[in-house]
């Protein structure tokens, strides 16, 4: 599929892996993605969905930190989340919500089924292992626009890789090499004190 990639996403996937730094980063990501996805809804639909999607983004960087665990490079880690994302919305009606469309979410399945599969991650259940305890708060349906739905925000034709785009609007497969170093501060969520106190922390460990 095709994602945006710039020194936001890379400070963040860093951040969401040290102590300190990644509870703030994980907060700021869930309200940014629920925002962002609300905004493609019709306002009517917004708020009984907020809850939902919540904790919906919540688990899936519980998936973005595993992916990277496994080895997938921050483009791919982060695509494995929003494809988790577009299976809900497709199971919930919303195709207005979703980023490509309902006839390539197989394709999409199928590239990354290596990773899924282990954690019991599919179409019908997309959290797999990754559903919190208490489980995901119910949101409304909206299975009529299955019959014939329309994605006014889908990007058709990104389905055999990943495609990323860069701030000059290059488009590359596969995503940037990460930067040798990256400013935390750069992360949703850090100010440069936060940033300043996780390499005070990392400092004292070292030591």
Do not use: C
């Not at 695509?79 to 919930?92: G, L, V």
């Not at 954690?119 to 259940?125: L, N, V």
């Not at 497969?173 to 170093?181: K, T």
Request: no cysteine.
């Amino acid at each position: 599929m095709k994602l945006n990639q710039n020194v936001r996403h890379f400070a963040a996937k860093q951040a969401l892996t040290l102590p300190v730094v990644s509870d703030l980063v994980n907060d700021k990501l869930v309200d940014l993605h629920t925002s962002v996805f609300i905004g493609k809804a019709e306002e009517a639909n917004r708020q009984a969905r907020r809850e939902h999607l919540d904790a919906f983004f919540d688990a899936t960087m519980d998936t973005y930190v595993a992916a990277l665990e496994a080895g997938y490079p921050e483009a791919e880690a982060r695509e494995i989340t929003h494809i988790q994302a577009n299976f809900d919305f497709f199971n919930h009606g919303w195709t207005e919500m979703m980023e490509f469309p309902a006839d390539e979410l197989e394709q999409h399945y199928e590239r990354h089924a290596d990773f899924f599969e282990p954690y019991g991650i599919t179409i019908a259940d997309p959290l797999g292992s990754f559903v919190p305890p208490g489980g995901v708060p119910e949101a409304p349906s909206t299975p009529e626009k299955l019959e014939e739905p329309t994605h006014p925000h889908a990007k058709s034709g990104f389905a055999d890789d990943v495609y990323v785009q860069g701030p000059d609007g290059e488009l590359l497969v596969g995503g940037h090499d990460e930067p040798a170093e990256v400013d935390l501060a750069s992360a949703p969520g850090v100010s440069p004190e936060d940033a300043e106190g996780t390499e005070s922390t990392d400092e004292a460990e070292s030591d």
